[in-house]
Protein backbone atom coordinates (compact mmCIF):
# COMPACT_ATOMS: atom_id res chain seq x y z
CA UNK A 1 0.00 0.00 0.00
CA UNK A 2 1.26 3.11 -0.59
CA UNK A 3 2.59 5.75 2.08
CA UNK A 4 1.02 9.11 3.36
CA UNK A 5 2.77 11.47 4.43
CA UNK A 6 2.42 14.16 6.40
CA UNK A 7 2.52 18.07 4.92
CA UNK A 8 5.49 19.72 6.54
CA UNK A 9 4.27 23.21 8.21
CA UNK A 10 7.10 25.03 6.88
CA UNK A 11 5.40 25.57 3.88
CA UNK A 12 7.24 22.19 2.29
CA UNK A 13 5.22 18.55 1.61
CA UNK A 14 6.12 15.11 1.28
CA UNK A 15 5.10 13.59 -2.30
CA UNK A 16 3.48 10.06 -1.56
CA UNK A 17 4.89 7.13 -2.49
CA UNK A 18 3.90 4.75 -4.98
CA UNK A 19 2.76 1.15 -3.72
CA UNK A 20 5.75 -1.09 -2.97
CA UNK A 21 7.63 -2.42 -0.09
CA UNK A 22 7.16 -0.11 3.26
CA UNK A 23 10.24 2.64 3.97
CA UNK A 24 12.81 1.97 6.60
CA UNK A 25 12.39 3.05 9.42
CA UNK A 26 13.82 6.56 9.88
CA UNK A 27 13.98 7.61 6.20
CA UNK A 28 12.31 10.67 5.49
CA UNK A 29 10.21 11.76 2.60
CA UNK A 30 11.32 13.56 0.15
CA UNK A 31 10.18 17.62 0.17
CA UNK A 32 9.51 20.41 -2.33
CA UNK A 33 8.36 23.71 -2.11
CA UNK A 34 4.78 24.53 -2.15
CA UNK A 35 3.77 25.47 -5.34
CA UNK A 36 2.39 29.10 -4.67
CA UNK A 37 -1.42 30.36 -5.24
CA UNK A 38 -2.11 32.78 -7.53
CA UNK A 39 -5.13 33.67 -6.85
CA UNK A 40 -4.57 33.82 -3.41
CA UNK A 41 -1.85 36.31 -3.19
CA UNK A 42 -4.25 38.25 -5.91
CA UNK A 43 -6.82 38.39 -3.34
CA UNK A 44 -4.46 39.79 -0.65
CA UNK A 45 -2.99 42.25 -2.51
CA UNK A 46 -6.27 43.95 -2.99
CA UNK A 47 -7.60 43.78 0.06
CA UNK A 48 -4.48 45.80 1.42
CA UNK A 49 -4.11 48.18 -1.88
CA UNK A 50 -6.95 50.60 -0.20
CA UNK A 51 -5.11 50.62 2.86
CA UNK A 52 -1.54 51.47 1.12
CA UNK A 53 -3.07 53.89 -1.03
CA UNK A 54 -4.82 55.96 2.12
CA UNK A 55 -1.24 55.80 3.77
CA UNK A 56 0.52 56.69 1.03
CA UNK A 57 -2.09 59.65 0.25
CA UNK A 58 -2.46 60.42 3.62
CA UNK A 59 1.64 61.18 3.75
CA UNK A 60 2.51 64.59 2.82
CA UNK A 61 5.43 66.92 2.20
CA UNK A 62 5.98 69.69 4.94
CA UNK A 63 7.88 72.87 4.05
CA UNK A 64 9.26 75.95 5.35
CA UNK A 65 11.56 78.62 5.57
CA UNK A 66 13.74 78.71 8.93
CA UNK A 67 14.77 81.98 10.66
CA UNK A 68 17.89 81.70 8.45
CA UNK A 69 16.41 81.94 5.14
CA UNK A 70 17.15 78.34 4.47
CA UNK A 71 14.65 76.58 3.04
CA UNK A 72 13.23 73.08 4.48
CA UNK A 73 11.13 70.28 3.47
CA UNK A 74 10.32 66.83 5.70
CA UNK A 75 7.84 64.14 5.82
CA UNK A 76 6.59 65.34 9.35
CA UNK A 77 6.46 68.76 10.83
CA UNK A 78 9.69 70.55 11.12
CA UNK A 79 11.08 71.22 14.25
CA UNK A 80 13.00 73.95 13.28
CA UNK A 81 10.21 75.99 11.95
CA UNK A 82 7.95 75.85 14.94
CA UNK A 83 7.55 79.22 15.58
CA UNK A 84 6.70 79.44 11.68
CA UNK A 85 4.42 78.62 9.07
CA UNK A 86 4.36 75.33 7.74
CA UNK A 87 2.70 74.27 4.24
CA UNK A 88 1.99 70.53 3.57
CA UNK A 89 2.09 69.94 -0.30
CA UNK A 90 0.70 66.83 -2.18
CA UNK A 91 2.66 65.10 -4.21
CA UNK A 92 2.23 67.13 -6.90
CA UNK A 93 3.69 70.11 -5.44
CA UNK A 94 -0.06 71.71 -4.98
CA UNK A 95 -0.66 73.33 -1.30
CA UNK A 96 -2.74 71.27 1.09
CA UNK A 97 -3.33 72.82 3.91
CA UNK A 98 -1.08 75.64 5.76
CA UNK A 99 -0.10 74.93 9.45
CA UNK A 100 -0.05 78.08 11.57
CA UNK A 101 2.74 78.78 13.85
CA UNK A 102 2.95 77.01 16.96
CA UNK A 103 1.94 79.99 19.61
CA UNK A 104 3.92 81.28 22.26
CA UNK A 105 2.63 81.36 26.10
CA UNK A 106 1.37 84.70 26.03
CA UNK A 107 0.30 83.89 22.69
CA UNK A 108 -1.51 80.95 24.20
CA UNK A 109 -3.19 82.99 27.05
CA UNK A 110 -4.16 85.86 24.83
CA UNK A 111 -6.06 82.99 22.76
CA UNK A 112 -7.63 81.65 25.48
CA UNK A 113 -8.37 85.24 27.21
CA UNK A 114 -10.64 85.74 24.09
CA UNK A 115 -12.31 82.36 24.35
CA UNK A 116 -12.88 83.04 27.77
CA UNK A 117 -14.62 86.10 26.70
CA UNK A 118 -16.33 84.62 23.72
CA UNK A 119 -17.91 82.21 26.44
CA UNK A 120 -18.88 84.55 28.26
CA UNK A 121 -20.61 86.91 25.62
CA UNK A 122 -22.69 83.80 24.55
CA UNK A 123 -23.53 82.55 28.26
CA UNK A 124 -24.81 86.35 29.05
CA UNK A 125 -26.92 86.15 25.31
CA UNK A 126 -28.50 82.99 26.88
CA UNK A 127 -29.00 84.41 30.19
CA UNK A 128 -30.69 87.73 28.75
CA UNK A 129 -33.08 85.41 26.30
CA UNK A 130 -34.17 83.18 29.33
CA UNK A 131 -35.03 86.97 30.62
CA UNK A 132 -37.08 88.12 28.14
CA UNK A 133 -38.86 84.79 28.20
CA UNK A 134 -39.51 84.93 31.76
CA UNK A 135 -40.58 88.84 31.29
CA UNK A 136 -43.00 87.91 28.37
CA UNK A 137 -44.36 85.09 30.41
CA UNK A 138 -45.31 87.48 33.98
CA UNK A 139 -46.40 90.10 31.32
CA UNK A 140 -48.13 89.26 28.42
CA UNK A 141 -49.42 93.08 27.96
CA UNK A 142 -49.00 96.58 29.65
CA UNK A 143 -52.16 96.48 31.73
CA UNK A 144 -50.63 93.39 33.69
CA UNK A 145 -47.64 95.20 33.72
CA UNK A 146 -49.17 98.58 35.51
CA UNK A 147 -51.07 96.09 37.78
CA UNK A 148 -47.90 94.37 38.90
CA UNK A 149 -46.26 98.30 39.68
CA UNK A 150 -49.16 99.39 41.78
CA UNK A 151 -49.21 96.13 43.90
CA UNK A 152 -45.47 96.41 43.94
CA UNK A 153 -46.18 100.27 45.12
CA UNK A 154 -49.00 99.55 47.13
CA UNK A 155 -46.83 98.42 50.71
CA UNK A 156 -44.67 101.72 50.51
CA UNK A 157 -47.09 104.45 49.50
CA UNK A 158 -49.15 103.33 52.41
CA UNK A 159 -46.05 103.30 54.99
CA UNK A 160 -45.63 106.65 53.69
CA UNK A 161 -49.10 107.72 54.60
CA UNK A 162 -49.38 105.98 57.85
CA UNK A 163 -46.09 107.57 58.72
CA UNK A 164 -47.50 111.21 57.79
CA UNK A 165 -50.84 110.40 59.55
CA UNK A 166 -48.68 110.01 62.76
CA UNK A 167 -46.32 112.66 62.53
CA UNK A 168 -49.64 114.98 62.33
CA UNK A 169 -50.72 113.02 65.36
CA UNK A 170 -47.66 113.81 67.23
CA UNK A 171 -47.59 117.72 65.72
CA UNK A 172 -51.12 117.69 67.36
CA UNK A 173 -49.66 116.01 71.01
CA UNK A 174 -46.99 118.62 71.18
CA UNK A 175 -49.44 121.59 70.97
CA UNK A 176 -50.43 121.50 74.58
CA UNK A 177 -47.10 120.85 75.32
CA UNK A 178 -45.19 123.46 74.21
CA UNK A 179 -48.28 125.69 75.49
CA UNK A 180 -47.79 124.36 78.77
CA UNK A 181 -43.69 125.01 78.76
CA UNK A 182 -44.92 128.49 77.92
CA UNK A 183 -45.88 128.69 81.78
CA UNK A 184 -42.11 128.63 82.50
CA UNK A 185 -40.54 130.91 80.00
CA UNK A 186 -37.00 131.94 81.85
CA UNK A 187 -37.46 128.49 83.60
CA UNK A 188 -36.38 125.12 83.54
CA UNK A 189 -38.41 122.42 82.23
CA UNK A 190 -40.24 120.08 84.79
CA UNK A 191 -38.45 116.49 83.88
CA UNK A 192 -41.62 115.43 83.08
CA UNK A 193 -42.44 117.35 80.76
CA UNK A 194 -38.80 117.96 78.97
CA UNK A 195 -39.05 114.03 78.60
CA UNK A 196 -42.81 114.27 76.80
CA UNK A 197 -41.42 116.64 73.94
CA UNK A 198 -38.42 115.18 73.81
CA UNK A 199 -40.30 111.97 73.02
CA UNK A 200 -42.21 113.72 70.20
CA UNK A 201 -39.21 115.31 68.67
CA UNK A 202 -37.61 111.70 68.56
CA UNK A 203 -40.91 109.89 66.95
CA UNK A 204 -41.12 112.52 64.52
CA UNK A 205 -37.91 112.18 63.09
CA UNK A 206 -37.58 108.47 63.13
CA UNK A 207 -41.12 108.93 61.07
CA UNK A 208 -39.62 111.48 58.68
CA UNK A 209 -36.22 109.35 58.33
CA UNK A 210 -38.67 106.40 57.56
CA UNK A 211 -40.98 108.22 55.15
CA UNK A 212 -37.39 108.75 52.90
CA UNK A 213 -36.72 105.31 53.11
CA UNK A 214 -40.12 104.41 51.44
CA UNK A 215 -39.98 107.49 49.05
CA UNK A 216 -36.54 105.97 47.91
CA UNK A 217 -38.11 102.17 47.41
CA UNK A 218 -40.75 103.92 45.32
CA UNK A 219 -38.45 105.48 43.47
CA UNK A 220 -36.05 102.04 42.91
CA UNK A 221 -39.70 100.19 42.34
CA UNK A 222 -40.62 102.53 39.09
CA UNK A 223 -37.05 102.43 38.00
CA UNK A 224 -36.99 98.66 37.91
CA UNK A 225 -40.71 98.83 36.07
CA UNK A 226 -39.93 101.70 34.05
CA UNK A 227 -36.97 99.53 32.58
CA UNK A 228 -39.06 96.42 32.19
CA UNK A 229 -42.15 98.51 30.33
CA UNK A 230 -39.10 99.28 27.90
CA UNK A 231 -37.93 96.01 27.02
CA UNK A 232 -41.26 94.50 27.14
CA UNK A 233 -42.11 97.12 24.21
CA UNK A 234 -39.62 95.84 22.46
CA UNK A 235 -40.38 92.14 22.92
CA UNK A 236 -44.30 92.35 23.02
CA UNK A 237 -44.91 92.49 18.81
CA UNK A 238 -42.84 89.91 18.27
CA UNK A 239 -43.59 87.70 21.60
CA UNK A 240 -41.05 84.70 21.99
CA UNK A 241 -39.53 85.32 18.55
CA UNK A 242 -38.77 89.02 18.65
CA UNK A 243 -37.05 88.08 22.21
CA UNK A 244 -35.10 85.48 20.27
CA UNK A 245 -33.70 88.81 17.98
CA UNK A 246 -33.13 91.30 20.51
CA UNK A 247 -29.75 92.49 21.59
CA UNK A 248 -29.64 91.88 25.26
Same mark, same amino acid.
Given at each position: ????????????????????????????????????????????????????????????????????????????????????????????????????????????????? $? #?? *??? &?? /?? %??????? @???? +?????????????? $? #?? *??? &?? /?? %??????? @???? +???????????????????????????????????????????????????????????????????????????????
Amino acid at each position: MPVKCKPVVDGLHCKPRSAGPAPQVGRACRAGPVAPRPAAWLGTLLAIAPLTWAMAADVGIYSCTDAHGRKLTSDRPIAECIAREQRVLNADGSVRRVLPPTPTADERAEIES $R #EQ *AAL &AE /RA %AAKDALR @RDRN +LLARFPNEASHRKA $R #EA *ALE &AS /RK %AVLASQG @RIAQ +LANERKPLMAESEFFSGKPWPAKLKQQIEANDVSVDALRSLINNQQAEIGRIDERYDAELERLRRLWPGSLMNAANQPP
